[in-house]
């Protein structure tokens, strides 16, 4: 029977856009280091603050909003406060309505990831909650980011 090859950390190379996220205090647990769950959390940070940033996402009036649908992580090092912590994102595929957004973290100036996933958007309608193409503005964003 095949296994598929165990996941391994990336060089900062692999991500197309860079994001950093300074940790808190609070991040960390009992056993001193960042808890799991709080690796979603940059996740979500560092795709939409890109999108924000870039003019195609607009979180308050919007018409047109993205929904998580699955989402892994990796881990491979462990990341504390005090530390910055470097996201890289990038677009794995792009389909009609959905994304697949991959990012990295990496400790502050490492090479190779601490940790590593993915999430799916699925982009739908506000309103009704239904999917949507994605809008052609959107579009360009996540291509130069593929």
């Known amino acids: 029977m095949n296994t598929p090859d165990r996941p391994q950390a990336e060089p900062r190379d692999a991500y197309r856009a860079f994001r950093t996220i300074t940790t808190r205090w609070m991040d960390n647990d009992q056993y001193g280091h960042v808890n799991n769950v709080v690796y979603y959390s940059w996740f979500d940070t560092a795709v939409n603050a890109h999108l924000i940033e870039q003019g195609v996402l607009d979180t308050a009036a919007g018409t047109v909003i993205g929904f998580v649908v699955e989402t892994q992580c990796h881990y ?29 973290l990496f400790a502050a100036d490492a090479p190779l990831t601490a940790a590593k996933g993915h999430f799916v958007h699925v982009y739908v309608d506000r309103a009704t909650q239904r999917p949507v193409p994605l809008p052609a503005p959107l579009r360009a964003v996540l291509e130069r980011l593929q």
Request: charged share 20%; hydrophobic share 45%; aromatic share 10%.
């Open 76 to 104: 491979f090092a462990p990341l504390a406060f005090p530390q910055d912590v470097e996201a890289g994102i990038r677009v794995a595929r792009l389909g009609g309505s959905s994304v697949r957004y991959e990012v990295g």
